[in-house]
């Protein structure tokens, strides 16, 4: 038989180690690499300025606290105002500026309980938060303050206000009192003591 030209031979050498060279590629091919986990998705965040005129990532919603706020009235008493504590004042006469009655305090004070505990008394005033000063007097020394000298609210339940540091919101019996330092009042036993001492006197 006759042998082909050594060129063709050659070429023939080279088109046989090409097809095998592709065909070890194809099955030696490394499978896939499997898909990553989707990462979660961050939160979102507007963009604020800075006083450099950067965007600076904040929140986009934020949370704010309530201010406390005046209770107007119950069905026993209606709120009379903002009023300075009078304890240290010799003009006072060195008294409270609700007297004549009982006090209470607890961490747990609402304007309820407060005026629960004053039942019946002429003024019912809450200070400091969590003090509950109940009387048949409203010192006259006692002055009305703008309502946002009042500002704490009840160690309770903080959506009501409940007086300040020496400051008070008082509260006063629908009955009706009169206010001043000796004042008489026209509900409880300081009522009843009045009026036996008038008898005693002879005016009536």
Same mark, same amino acid.
């Given at each position: 038989m006759a042998q082909l030209p050594q060129s063709l031979t050659l070429l023939f050498i080279i088109t046989l180690f090409i097809f095998s060279f592709i065909a070890t590629a194809t099955a030696q091919t490394s499978p896939s690499s499997p898909t990553s986990p989707t990462s979660p998705t961050s939160p979102t965040f507007a963009a604020s300025s800075t006083s450099n005129g950067q965007a600076n990532p904040v929140p986009a919603t934020t949370s704010s606290t309530a201010l406390p706020t005046i209770l107007p009235s119950t069905a026993s008493y209606t709120y009379l105002g903002c009023y300075n504590e009078t304890t /240290?004042?010799?003009?006072a006469g060195n008294v409270?500026?609700?007297?004549? /009655?009982?006090?209470?305090?607890?961490?747990?004070?609402?304007?309820?309980?407060?005026?629960?505990?004053?039942?019946?008394?002429a003024y019912a005033?809450?200070?400091y938060a969590r003090e509950c000063w109940c009387g048949t007097d409203l010192n006259s020394n006692s002055?009305?303050?703008?309502?946002?000298?009042c500002s704490l609210g009840c160690s309770g339940e903080g959506g009501d206000v409940c007086g300040g540091s020496l400051k008070l919101t008082v509260y006063q019996h629908k009955a009706g009192s009169k206010s001043g330092a000796g004042a008489v009042s026209t509900t409880g036993t300081g009522f009843i003591l009045w009026i036996v001492g008038a008898l005693l006197a002879g005016f009536i």
């Open positions: /240290g004042d010799a003009d409270r500026a609700i007297a004549g /009655g009982n006090m209470t305090a607890s961490n747990d004070m609402t304007i309820e309980v407060c005026l629960s505990f004053c039942a019946g008394a005033g809450l200070e002055l009305k303050l703008p309502d946002a000298n």
